[in-house]
């Protein structure tokens, strides 16, 4: 599959199509890193194995912007795995990328492991293909995932107030370094609600209060619209379990709504439509 | 070497933290985290790193720094001071270190008056590290796994307890009832990395400032905050007041990370840094470039947490060596 | 607390309060302690941190001169949450006050140098207490030349002084704004385009700059083409702040803090970082 | 729970209905709980989910959202995002740990007097029971 992807990095390069290739390569440590390729003789860098975890849809908004004064913004080729393709269709859905701009290389997908270990967003991932691109690279693998939401269960089999001990608990070694925000291709307010001090929401204090209103209020802003990617639990450095948060949204949202997001790049987020006459249980 | 038994410890901290609060490694839901505990049975013993640095002992996340209350016409400031001296106990060499780095910063005129008070009422327990950790690079920055140079009380483990050094008046003050027994020979020392990072000149940097490395180095960066709240030198901190009930305000100061993209942006919207690359040139010129010319000592101490938690691998010992060679 | 607590602001009392110009007004706020008023002097450049209490602090140039005035003075135009608060306040209310820091300018490197000042819009604000103490120590400075600019004539600050600085003995006023209104009949243009135009000396001379950023940085070269040499151009900077003492961490332009180091350098200190700071 | 507990409840009433509805209720002289401090917003529309959420980060114990009845509303259809919005806002926070009750959203018509008092009559004594959320959402908990 590599000598695919890198044989048409090098040409969307040498060719003018793109400007940069946004792809995978080896890091330090044995890690795997978002990869920026820019020159044709740079495409040997690109790599794709089990370890490629990000999801490089995030970078798309920096190059929403001219590289050089004056000039259009830049094209660039990405490579997406399945579950990223369906953030990328919310973004394509919500006008935040502009899909001629885009060269979509789409990697089959088997599921990325962590130490070997299959990642549990990858024993959910009900696509293995993504839903959007240009190039698909591979094969659909014969295994897919299966999510059946037992832990969400689990936790809403709580009490309200036993709910509210265990993410206060969790939320207790959160230090709001927006890491998840950051890393998440939905989050692209350019002034987040958590650092807006006119009107002042949560001020600046960093504690167990302002954690809670935090995620909760990321949460409400991505209900429809969180693809399930799993980068925000991913990349927190005190491993919040903030899966359970996004999963009961997406798990909601299918239910009142029959809707997921990231499907395709046209059906909005139930949140920002209606139905006349409808009425939901609330 | 004095040796104290691991009972005999348990027992003397369970006297200390009837008289002090008592802080120390505590497992939290897998996590190392420096908390106060009510006993010895609380305390996380076996661990490489704890997760976070003491440092929020001395620059908590959030703190009051004045209460603000409002009388009738008029407003009473009140500055709120620490009741209770304090232990931390178990704090590494290199989480030691960077307490003496911020005290370049903290400690000079004008002084802090709230990091001092911390500084003042605290008394350092010190364990030593065994071996490095995978990401640590201590030895590249003049510190050492067993180095009890900022320590008031210095551990090591060996058989049958610990080896206790006294380093300094108040660590002599505390040891008072740790029975200690005389063993021949002396702790063991640590395994250290063969290798060490380069750690480029003062007047190396000044000719890097405007390399295109800075950009391709940030192309991967998520410009969240993690490198610099997870670091035990970083110390920037915003200041705001929020109101604490309708006639009472409180002045905090939090955390803030020069990596934020609006730490700089002025009222009314001029950003002067505006890029992601600015801002990550910043961190690393501030750690090894800045700092050191303003205050003394570089601003890193290698506990090697950002390697660990950077989720995009933007790795600060492949950076010092870039610098070297660039 | 034994220390002395630097954190700790004044408690003040607005006992003016004055509008300038559109959005900016004059607030004059004088120390509730006799001793603290006492003991409160300052230099022409320093500033310091007004807070509004309930929403936070900011830093602000001290516009009024120690030579003239009994209170401090600060120019604020409402641009973000402090000053809003701040605009919302009347006079008797009660506001913190914390400083004064900075260096201030370099007055007695000034004595006997031809002095150009060169304002933008609020940024005229710290250059008001120089032009007042060159005026009041008049024989010990050369040619005083003030360029005063705005982006419209409403923003134009300190309109009232303007006939006290045209009437000063070897002094020079020149306004111009960027876009005129039916009631301008003055220079309409940058204030490169002005500088260009009067063109001072820069035989011994040294030139004040404030202003916006932007300002600042075509300043610069303007008064580059002159020639002017670096040393010769003193500018005036801002940054956002939480200290004033150089421990936020905020402020810093390369290895200097603004607010320490600074807000007064001249070109030759700073010109390597202050594209991107 | 103790009885003498006076819960602080917030409420976001619209003006083209359920404010005036509460105005009726007043004119009218049907008495009803004094607990919510009431809001007056354009339209259910405009309240915004997270103003809830910042209502019980700053202690409030209940929060109301009343607007027009689907298909009154002023706009057209203010009530009908709102209803979606409240509708995941909901799930939400019980999911985060504040009991669904503390959040009431319904829709009350301006002649609606009776109504408006009987609703906040029946909300006040539901959060009542519930007891104070202050304590365990507000706890200022760094360990320094």
């Not at chain 1, 709001?176 to 998440?184: G, S």
């Not at chain 2, 009473?76 to 005290?103: H, M, N, T, W, Y």
Request: aromatic share 8%.
């Amino acid at each position: 599959m590599i000598d695919q992807i890198r044989a048409k990095a090098r040409e969307l390069l040498e060719s003018g199509q793109v400007s940069c290739v946004i792809g995978y390569e080896e890091g330090t440590r044995g890690r795997v890193r978002p990869a920026f390729i820019y020159k044709p003789e740079d495409v040997d860098r690109l790599v794709w194995n089990e370890r490629c975890i990000h999801n490089l849809v995030v970078y798309l908004r920096q190059f929403a912007r001219p590289l050089k004064r004056g000039e259009e913004p830049p094209r660039v080729a990405i490579l997406v795995k399945p579950c990223d393709s369906r953030s990328l269709n919310v973004l394509l859905q919500e006008k935040q990328v502009e899909r001629e701009r885009v060269y979509v290389i789409g990697l089959a997908c088997e599921g990325m492991r962590v130490d070997g270990q299959l990642q549990e967003r990858c024993q959910r991932c009900e696509d293995r293909i993504p839903l959007v691109y240009d190039l698909l690279v591979g094969e659909k693998p014969q295994t897919v995932g299966h999510e059946d939401y037992a832990d969400v269960e689990e936790l809403e089999r709580m009490s309200p107030r036993e709910r509210l001990d265990f993410w206060l608990r969790e939320l207790d070694r959160c230090i709001l370094c927006y890491a998840c925000r950051q890393a998440c291709p939905a989050c692209y307010c350019s002034e987040c609600v958590a650092e807006q001090l006119d009107p002042l929401w949560m001020g600046i204090a960093i504690d167990l209060p302002r954690k809670w209103f935090f995620h909760t209020m990321r949460a409400y802003h991505l209900a429809g619209r969180c693809a399930g990617c799993n980068a925000c639990e991913q990349v927190c450095p005190m491993d919040i379990p903030l899966s359970l948060i996004y999963r009961k949204l997406v798990k909601e949202v299918e239910t009142l709504f029959s809707y997921k997001a990231g499907l395709d790049a046209e059906t909005p987020s139930p949140l920002a439509t209606f139905e006349k006459g409808e009425e939901l249980p609330l | 070497m004095k040796v104290s038994t691991k009972d005999d410890l348990m027992a003397w901290l369970d006297r200390l933290a009837e008289r002090y609060t008592l802080i120390a490694p505590k497992d939290v839901e897998g996590h190392i985290l420096y908390r106060p505990v009510a006993g010895s049975e609380e305390i996380a013993f076996d661990f490489t790193k704890a997760a976070l640095s003491p440092k929020e002992h001395f620059l908590p996340s959030t703190q009051v720094i004045l209460s603000i209350e409002r009388k009738g016409e008029g407003i009473e400031l009140k500055e709120p001071s620490l009741e209770r001296e304090r232990i931390i106990f178990g704090i590494r060499p290199c989480d030691a270190k960077a307490l003496r780095v911020l005290d370049a910063l903290f400690l000079e005129e004008p002084i802090d008056p709230y990091y001092a008070e911390r500084r003042e009422k605290t008394t350092l327990i010190g364990l030593a590290c065994r071996e490095m950790g995978d990401e640590c690079f201590c030895t590249s920055l003049g510190g050492a796994p067993d180095d009890a140079s900022d320590v008031d009380l210095m551990l090591t483990e060996v058989e049958g307890g610990y080896a206790v050094q006294v380093v300094t008046e108040k660590g002599k003050a505390i040891v008072g009832d740790l029975p200690l027994k005389e063993v021949e020979g002396s702790p063991p020392k640590p395994i250290v990395h063969e290798e060490k990072v380069p750690i480029p000149e003062l007047d190396a940097w000044p000719q890097h400032f405007n390399d295109e490395y800075w950009a391709r180095l940030a192309d991967r960066c998520l410009s969240c905050r993690l490198c610099t709240y997870v670091c035990p030198t970083c110390r920037c901190f915003d200041v705001r007041d929020y109101p604490s009930s309708d006639d009472a305000i409180e002045r905090l100061r939090a955390w803030d990370s020069c990596l934020a993209e609006g730490y700089r942006r002025i009222a009314g919207g001029y950003n002067p840094r505006p890029t992601k690359m600015q801002r990550l040139r910043n961190r690393f010129y501030c750690k090894f470039y800045y700092y050191p010319k303003d205050f003394g000592p570089v601003a890193c101490v290698g506990c090697g947490r950002c390697i660990i938690n950077c989720p995009v691998n933007i790795d600060i010992v492949e950076v010092l060596r870039d610098v070297a060679t660039l | 607390m034994a220390l002395k607590n630097p954190y700790r602001p004044y408690l003040g009392t607005l006992v003016g309060i004055k509008d300038l110009a559109t959005n900016i007004k004059l607030f004059q706020v004088e120390l509730n302690d006799p001793q603290e008023r006492e003991a409160f002097t300052y230099r022409p450049g320093q500033f310091a941190f007004v807070s509004a209490f309930g929403v936070g602090e900011a830093p602000f140039s001290i516009t009024s001169s120690p030579s003239r005035s009994q209170v401090l003075e600060f120019a604020i135009n409402r641009v973000g949450t402090v000053t809003s608060a701040l605009h919302r306040m009347s006079e008797g209310d009660v506001v913190g006050i914390r400083g004064p820091f900075g260096n201030g300018f370099p007055l007695e490197e000034m004595e006997g140098k031809n002095i150009v000042i060169l304002g933008g819009g609020i940024g005229g604000a710290p250059l008001r207490p120089i032009i007042h103490t060159v005026i009041d120590n008049r024989s010990k400075y050369g040619k005083l030349t003030i360029l005063w600019a705005a982006r419209n004539p409403s923003l134009l600050i300190f309109t009232d002084e303007f006939d006290e600085w045209r009437a000063a003995p070897d002094t020079e006023l020149h306004l111009t704004v960027d876009r005129a209104d039916e009631t301008w009949t003055g220079n309409v243009g940058l204030i490169t385009e002005l500088l260009e135009k009067v063109a001072p000396s820069p035989e011994n001379a040294v030139s004040i700059t404030c202003g916006p950023p932007i300002m600042i940085k075509f300043t610069m070269l303007t008064l580059k083409k002159l020639g002017f040499a670096p040393e010769q151009m003193i500018m005036t900077l801002e940054a956002k702040m939480k200290c004033g003492i150089g421990k936020c961490g905020r402020c810093n332009l390369g290895d200097k803090f603004i607010c320490t180091d600074g807000p007064v350098f001249n070109y030759a200190e700073v010109s390597e970082f202050l594209e991107s700071f | 729970m103790a009885t003498d507990f006076e819960p602080r409840i917030v409420g976001f009433l619209c003006r083209w209905c359920s404010y005036a509805g509460a105005d009726l209720a007043g004119t009218s002289r049907i008495g009803y709980p004094s607990n919510p401090r009431i809001i007056r917003v354009p339209c259910s529309g405009r309240v915004d989910p997270l103003l809830v959420l910042k209502a019980f980060l700053d202690g409030a114990d209940g929060v109301m959202v009343l607007g027009c009845h689907p298909g009154e509303c002023h706009y057209l259809e203010g009530n009908y995002h709102a209803q979606r919005r409240y509708a995941i806002m909901h799930r939400l926070l019980e999911y985060m740990g504040i009991e669904r009750e503390r959040l009431l959203i319904d829709w009350v018509s301006a002649s609606e007097g009776k109504r408006f008092a009987e609703i906040v009559e029946e909300f006040t004594a539901k959060v009542k029971e519930l007891g104070p959320l202050e304590g365990r959402l507000i706890d200022r908990s760094n360990p320094s």
